[in-house]
Structures are given as structure tokens and as C-alpha cells.
């Protein structure tokens, strides 16, 4: 007799599959989360643009002044560690925190070490928004938020069941109708397709239920 093929890195416990993440999937996943986000932020610092939550506040600050949105990131996650603690639980606050100063030093690393030309801003609109979608995604699966506004909609979606990525998107279009006071319209256009395209990432793949894995 056949026997049906299991999932690939599911262990079986008789009938009930363990889908607890290991260490080593969390640590890697967290790691490559920093990594796309750090990669993404550059790249809309490099052609000007912003986007949505905390990164993009942070952002919006540094086309005004002479300083890498990589600490700034960092800085301004500060206040929302102490919510992520009292709502969320210490496991999930190390995480971020660790997150948070990895995205801040990665960013950091890679505006210091490569060079990454303005181009053309739909280009970095487009593949900015979907690498920070994309490591907003795996943070959040692997029980960690990017920190800011992150931990917000996250935690909405814990006691609430709101969808994270629509409230990611509602607090986005403010940050940019801000950053409208300060950049050109061209910028806040492609800005908004960078805040969509992360948005539609959270949206689609990291609904409740959707994922049964767990850290």
C-alpha cells in the first residue's frame, strides 16, 4: 500500500501533525525578514519615495535631513515596544526588538556598502513594496512584528480579527497625505504604489486561518 506523502518539514505525532516552527526556522526566517526589508528600504531611499508605517515616517524625515532611515527606524519604534510587551507577550517584544534593530543596522549596511541608483521610481515602487511585503510577512509568521505601526495591526488582528493588512493600509494613506506637505506629487504617487503593494502582500497571505504554523 501507498503510503500519501507528508509535508516537507512537518513531523508526524501518530495522526497529528507538529507545526510548531523550530528555533532554527524562526532565527532564519526572522533573519531573511530583516534582510528584504532592509534591501526594500534602501531602495525607496535611494529614489525619494516613502510608504506606509513607521518605515515610512522614517523615510519622509530622511529626504528632509542628511541621515540613513535605517536608525531612525529604530528610533522610532521606542514607544510602541512598551504596547508590544503589554499586549502581545515578552516573547513577541525580544522578537521585534531584535527585528527592529536588525532592519535598522541591515539598512544601515547596505546604504554604506552598495550602491543603488535612484532609477526609475516605478521600479522601486514596485519591487521596494513587494520585498517589504514579502519581509513583513515572514517577521509576522515567525511570531515577531517589524515594530511601529506593525505591532499595531498585528495586535488588531489578535483581538479583534482585523485583517492586518487592511488596517496597514488605512494607517498608510495617512502617513502619506502627510508626506504630501513635503514631496513632490510624482514621489507621493509611486510612494502610494509601494504602500499598496505591501499592503496586498499582508492582505492576501497572512489572513487568520490561512496559515495553521505557529512559533
Request: glycine share 12%; aromatic share 8%; charged share 10%.
Amino acid at each position: 500500500m501507498n503510503e500519501a506523502p507528508r509535508a516537507i518539514g512537518v513531523e508526524q505525532q501518530g495522526n497529528v501533525p507538529d507545526l510548531r516552527h523550530g528555533r532554527f526556522e524562526d532565527a532564519y526566517a526572522l533573519a531573511v525578514g530583516c534582510v528584504l526589508i532592509a534591501v526594500g528600504l534602501a531602495m525607496l531611499h535611494a529614489a525619494r519615495l516613502v510608504t506606509g508605517g513607521t518605515a515610512g515616517i522614517a523615510l519622509l524625515i530622511s529626504s528632509l535631513m542628511p541621515v540613513s532611515p535605517g536608525p531612525l527606524f529604530a528610533l522610532l519604534n521606542l514607544p510602541f515596544f512598551w504596547l508590544a510587551a503589554r499586549m502581545m507577550g515578552g516573547w513577541f517584544t525580544v522578537r521585534t526588538i531584535a527585528v527592529s534593530i536588525g532592519i535598522a543596522g541591515l539598512t544601515l549596511l547596505v546604504e554604506t556598502t552598495t550602491r543603488i541608483a535612484s532609477g526609475n521610481p516605478a521600479v522601486a515602487a514596485i519591487a521596494a513594496g513587494n520585498l517589504i511585503g514579502m519581509g513583513t510577512l515572514a517577521v509576522a509568521r515567525h511570531g515577531a512584528g517589524v515594530g511601529g505601526v506593525g505591532v499595531v495591526t498585528l495586535w488588531l488582528q489578535k483581538t479583534r480579527r482585523w485583517n492586518a493588512g487592511r488596517t496597514q493600509i488605512a494607517i498608510d494613506l495617512t502617513i502619506l497625505a502627510v508626506s504630501a506637505a513635503f514631496l513632490p506629487l510624482d514621489r507621493i504617487l509611486w510612494s502610494g504604489v509601494s504602500v499598496v503593494a505591501v499592503g496586498t502582500v499582508v492582505f492576501l497571505w497572512h489572513r487568520p486561518g490561512r496559515y495553521a504554523g505557529f512559533s
